[in-house]
């Protein structure tokens, strides 16, 4: 009687483990959740962080320094595919999130991690590459910033806050 069953709960078992990973893929296949906001790292089970210095991924602006409010187009280049992101600029003097995005590529949507809009993420998993965004510094000073990005490859494999070039704030426009 004992053998008969332990075939049964094997994939009983089984099942169980598969919907639980299913679930958690799932969670995140929509984008980042709000408790990536301050860290910017994923929140999978057993993901495996890179050094964000071997990474194939690069945030570029055309601009070396901005304004106040002024709009700042932002690409993302990367050599292979990953499926998912989160992007944010920072304040260089305390790696504060600052600003908006007011243009998004498909597949991403606004995130609010404490401002509407200051952070964008994805909203599927298709597979991604080069990505073009557009910035508003907000109205008043804030110093110089930095833009981050968090990639993820696959749901096991990430890089967690590669950062741009540093973009110098110039006077008021």
Not at 3 to 28: E, K, M, N, Q
Not at 86 to 110: C, T, W
Request: net charge positive; with cysteine.
């Amino acid at each position: 009687m004992e053998d008969s069953r332990r075939p049964h709960v094997t994939i009983i078992g089984w099942a169980c483990t598969s919907l639980c990973l299913v679930s958690y893929t799932a969670a995140f296949s929509h984008g980042a959740s709000l408790s990536a906001c301050a860290d910017m790292m994923p929140r999978h089970l057993r993901a495996q962080l890179h050094s964000p210095n071997n990474n194939y991924v690069t945030v570029h602006t055309n601009m070396s320094f901005y304004f106040p409010g002024d709009k700042v187009p932002v690409t993302v280049r990367s050599t292979r595919d990953f499926m998912g992101f989160l992007l944010q600029a920072r304040k260089v003097s305390n790696d504060e999130i600052a600003g908006m995005f007011i243009l998004i590529p498909p597949g991403s949507k606004l995130l609010t991690c404490f401002e509407d809009g200051d952070t964008v993420t994805h909203s599927d998993k298709s597979l991604k590459r080069n990505l073009s965004f557009v910035w508003k510094a907000p109205d008043q000073p804030i110093g110089d910033i930095k833009f981050f990005i968090s990639v993820v490859q696959s749901y096991f494999v990430y890089w967690a806050k590669i950062e741009s070039a540093t973009m110098a704030q110039r006077g008021q426009n």
